[in-house]
């Protein structure tokens, strides 16, 4: 009886031994103890990063990738390991990367990575690749070296652009924010992040889509609010491609319409609709540009001038990328007119008043209406009626 208890503990010792690499005796296996190393890799190489320590940060990964970041100020940086995946000396983790951008970011922005490891000969981890993970867009430093010009209302990254580029998207920015915010007003971050990437296969890969749904667009305005609200972080993506065909002035409405959407997306919600969003947007976009409508509205213009005048606000659906380029000119004209309408009838502030009161409705049905009726003292019939006939007068 005891020769067997004594085998039996013998075999249990050497079962242990034998697993010891994959399932540790106290039950907890192996692939914990290399994640918790992990863990601890990023956690050296996040400390490097915020501490501009080069030589740090190449003994957990590859010097090329500590470059292409190493311009951008970064005001925190750090990964959550969320899985791992072992396979003898390499592997493959999945984890979320959290970081702010220094004095432009109220909240870390958050995006899934997917990284390759292996074991260096000293048994060290070190990570070969740090990537997107799926569905997830690229960051401008996976593109190449970021270069950082900042100015005194925006930060300027670019990939493949020269300084004298990046200077002129900075005098851009730099110009918009005071305009939006003679308009809007103060109530915003009055700074502006943007980004130029090499090409529109670079804009699209930081929008996580297909170039062809950004092909002819100049520029757009995202951030991780999602309509909810409020906005850590918010960029403006150019296309490089489309924006170089632009002339000065419209160079600087398509800067200033995005800083728009940065300036009001505290009061952008799913009650808005895309008419007045982005028709505000392009009305302080044009605004002090001198443009008159027929020169800042041709599509619309040449309908009118054809008896085919629109029958309604535009729609949503309407402001599609993919949509024909006639019908979406027309959108975007259509709500640019609509608010030029209500400043030109209620005053600026009336028209600031009317776009927070249809973001603070709590749906999209009810909103516009409710807005009209609160701030302008109308019906949607009357206002839809007023515009008909501002297009008809404005575009003769």
């Known amino acids: 009886m005891t020769g067997r208890r004594r085998a039996s ?23 914990d103890s290399a994640k918790a190393e992990v863990q601890r890799l990023l956690d050296r190489q996040s400390t490097a990063v915020l501490d501009h320590d080069e030589p740090a940060y190449t003994r957990t990964g590859a010097r090329t990738a500590y470059e292409n970041l190493s311009a951008v100020p970064f005001a925190s940086w750090s990964y959550r390991l969320t899985a791992l995946h072992r396979s003898g000396a390499t592997a493959t983790a999945d984890a979320e990367l959290s970081y702010k951008v220094e004095g432009y970011d109220t909240s870390p922005v958050t995006v899934g ?11 060290q981890w070190y990570v070969e690749a740090d990537k997107p993970a799926k569905k997830s867009g690229q960051q401008l430093w996976d593109q190449g070296k970021v270069s ?15 300084a004298d580029s990046l200077s002129d998207y900075r005098a851009l ?11 809007w007003g103060t109530d915003w971050t009055r700074h502006v992040v943007v980004l130029v990437p090499g090409s529109l296969d670079g804009m699209a890969g930081l929008l996580g889509s297909p170039a062809a749904s950004y092909r002819g667009i100049a520029a757009v305005t ?58 505000y947007a392009d009305w302080i976009g044009y605004r002090g540009t001198g443009r008159t409508p027929t020169q800042a509205a041709p599509e619309l213009y040449r309908a009118v001038e054809e008896g085919d005048l629109p029958n309604a606000l535009p729609a949503d659906k309407d402001f599609g990328f993919s949509s024909e380029q006639t019908e ?57 009626a007023e515009w008909q006939d501002y297009l008809k007068a404005q575009l003769a």
């Not at 990575?113 to 048994?123: C, E, G, P, W």
């Not at 900042?150 to 020269?162: E, N």
């Open 328 to 384: 979406l000119a027309q959108a975007y004209e259509g709500g640019w007119m609509a608010c030029r309408m209500i400043e030109d009838r209620w005053g600026v502030d009336q028209l600031g008043r009317f776009y927070r009161a249809v973001g603070a409705h709590k749906k999209r049905s009810g909103a516009v209406e409710g807005a009209l009726k609160s701030v302008l003292g109308v019906t949607l019939e009357d206002f839809t």
């Open 113 to 123: 990575r997917t990284l390759t490891l292996r074991l260096t000969a000293d048994a």
């Open 148 to 162: 950082v010009v900042k100015g005194a209302h925006s930060l300027v990254m670019g990939v493949g652009q020269s």
């Open 222 to 279: 995202t951030g991780e609010a999602g309509g909810s609200g409020s906005a850590p972080a918010d960029r403006i993506i150019v296309n490089p491609d489309a924006y170089a065909l632009l002339g000065s002035v419209g160079k600087q409405v398509v800067l200033t319409h995005e800083t728009t959407h940065v300036a009001t997306r505290a009061h952008t919600t799913s009650a808005t609709p895309l008419w007045l969003s982005e028709g």
């Open 173 to 183: 920015a730099d110009h918009a924010v005071p305009a939006v915010s003679d308009a």
């Open 9 to 31: 503990r013998s075999g249990v010792l050497a079962l242990c031994l034998l697993l010891g690499s994959l399932v540790a005796c106290g039950g907890q296996p192996a692939t």
